[in-house]
């Protein structure tokens, strides 16, 4: 389950952050390209891009603090709160947007600060340490792991590295193949872009609250 649920948030993930490369021209889940872009343009003295890296990665953080709190306040045993959350921000942000003129820094603001959260709900898929939110650190690993399988004669090791190699290649496909369908959506669904993945996490939550409740 939690293999299945990683792989869904990083579809989500690759399809909203292909979004708000295509319409703010900002990554929003990827903070290793902002990062990049913001010491570029302090060094040649691009102020708006400064201003915008800035803005994203902060609310990033903040989003990665807020979840993470969330999933250690001991009055929430499990991450259906952050799911609704994720989706509130995304339904509200919708709305608002398909009404008014939300100027680019507070839409990368909203939608950063909610890919941070929702990078919180999956940091693990059996041993193997994962982020849903972006590719680097997956790449990586997953080269590593393939390294060590071919690397070892453990037959125990072959099959742990076998099995996080399996899990890190399949997440990786998720963001891709998110990434992949958002603009041939964003041309049908304008500025209703975001409600698909909102729904989808709302149902998501919804389901898995009614599995934990049968268990």
Same mark, same amino acid.
């Given at each position: 389950m939690q293999?299945?649920?990683a792989i869904f948030l990083a579809l989500i993930a690759g399809y909203i952050d292909a979004?708000?490369?295509i319409q703010w021209k900002t990554y929003v889940s990827f903070m290793s390209g902002n990062t990049t872009s913001l010491g570029a343009a302090l060094s040649i003295g691009k102020f708006g891009i400064v201003i915008t890296s800035v803005t994203v990665i902060s609310c990033f953080l903040l989003g990665i603090y807020a979840g993470t709190c969330l999933s250690l306040w001991k009055r929430i045993k499990n991450?259906? /709160?952050t799911f609704?959350?994720?989706?509130?921000i995304l339904?509200?942000?919708s709305i608002i947007a398909y009404f008014y003129n939300i100027n680019n820094l507070l839409s990368i603001a909203i939608v950063g600060l909610s890919m941070g959260m929702?990078?919180?709900i999956v940091t693990s898929v059996g041993s193997q340490k994962v982020n849903t939110d972006f590719v680097t650190g997956t790449l990586n690993s997953l080269a590593r792991n393939t390294a060590m399988l071919t690397m070892t004669d453990d037959k125990v090791e072959k099959e742990a590295y076998k099995s996080n190699a399996v899990h890190l290649l399949l997440l990786w496909i998720g963001? /891709?193949?998110g990434a992949f369908i958002a603009p041939f959506l964003l041309g049908y669904l304008g500025k209703w872009i975001l409600m698909i993945p909102a729904l989808l996490l709302m149902i998501c939550g919804i389901?898995?609250?009614r599995i934990n409740t049968k268990n």
């Amino acid at each position: 389950m939690q293999e299945r649920l990683a792989i869904f948030l990083a579809l989500i993930a690759g399809y909203i952050d292909a979004t708000g490369l295509i319409q703010w021209k900002t990554y929003v889940s990827f903070m290793s390209g902002n990062t990049t872009s913001l010491g570029a343009a302090l060094s040649i003295g691009k102020f708006g891009i400064v201003i915008t890296s800035v803005t994203v990665i902060s609310c990033f953080l903040l989003g990665i603090y807020a979840g993470t709190c969330l999933s250690l306040w001991k009055r929430i045993k499990n991450q259906i /709160l952050t799911f609704h959350l994720v989706s509130g921000i995304l339904i509200f942000y919708s709305i608002i947007a398909y009404f008014y003129n939300i100027n680019n820094l507070l839409s990368i603001a909203i939608v950063g600060l909610s890919m941070g959260m929702m990078n919180t709900i999956v940091t693990s898929v059996g041993s193997q340490k994962v982020n849903t939110d972006f590719v680097t650190g997956t790449l990586n690993s997953l080269a590593r792991n393939t390294a060590m399988l071919t690397m070892t004669d453990d037959k125990v090791e072959k099959e742990a590295y076998k099995s996080n190699a399996v899990h890190l290649l399949l997440l990786w496909i998720g963001f /891709l193949s998110g990434a992949f369908i958002a603009p041939f959506l964003l041309g049908y669904l304008g500025k209703w872009i975001l409600m698909i993945p909102a729904l989808l996490l709302m149902i998501c939550g919804i389901l898995i609250s009614r599995i934990n409740t049968k268990n």
